[in-house]
């Protein structure tokens, strides 16, 4: 079972880097991905908070080393992928999961990267509200696609989603 997971991992981490170059889009200081969000997503359902959350730290390396990210990636795609994984964790529902994410990017993310990253890492600015509709627009976008995608892998019986709580 661990090297099923592993595998999961590196094919999540091999999709969010190879198509980042075309889905990444500049905002800023920032650079906006909502491919992140859909591997999030997926990352967080499927191996839970952890995993999610590793996935989304070797995914913004990766898009530092190639130009397609900043370090706005780190608390963006980091603490919206373990809120979606907490959240699936206690609801056992996709679709709060996918809140998790949005909350987690969006609100606390965006936050994080305002008054945290970017001045004390980066030097630079950038007004909280812009950062929180920037990073919520792309997360929106991701976990929408995420929930599909999942969908699509039940449907063609790749994996088994967990049932909602009663």
């Known amino acids: 079972m661990e090297t099923r997971i592993i595998a ?5 981490v091999a999709i969010g880097v190879a198509v980042s170059p075309f889905t990444s889009i500049p905002m800023g200081i920032a650079k906006i ?8 997503v997926i990352a ?14 070797i995914i913004g ?17 980091m603490i919206g992928a373990f ?9 056992r529902n996709i679709y709060v999961g996918a809140i998790g994410e949005v909350i987690g990017t969006g609100l606390l993310g965006a936050t994080a990267s305002a ?13 909280l509200g812009t950062l929180i509709i920037a990073f919520s627009g792309s997360t ?23 049932p909602e709580k009663d």
């Open 115 to 127: 008054l945290i990253v970017a001045p004390v890492f980066m030097g630079k600015t950038m007004a």
């Open 33 to 40: 991905n909502p491919t992140q969000h859909f591997v999030n």
């Open 83 to 91: 809120l979606a994984g907490m959240a699936y964790r206690y609801s």
């Open 44 to 57: 967080a359902i499927l191996l839970g908070p952890w995993w999610a959350t590793g996935i989304a730290l």
């Open 8 to 12: 999961r991992a590196v094919i999540l």
């Open 140 to 162: 929106i976008v991701g976990a929408i696609i995420g929930l599909f995608g999942l969908k699509l892998l039940e449907q063609a019986g790749l994996v088994k989603l967990k």
């Open 61 to 77: 390396i990766f898009r530092n080393a190639l130009g397609t990210g900043t370090l706005l990636a780190f608390p963006g795609g």
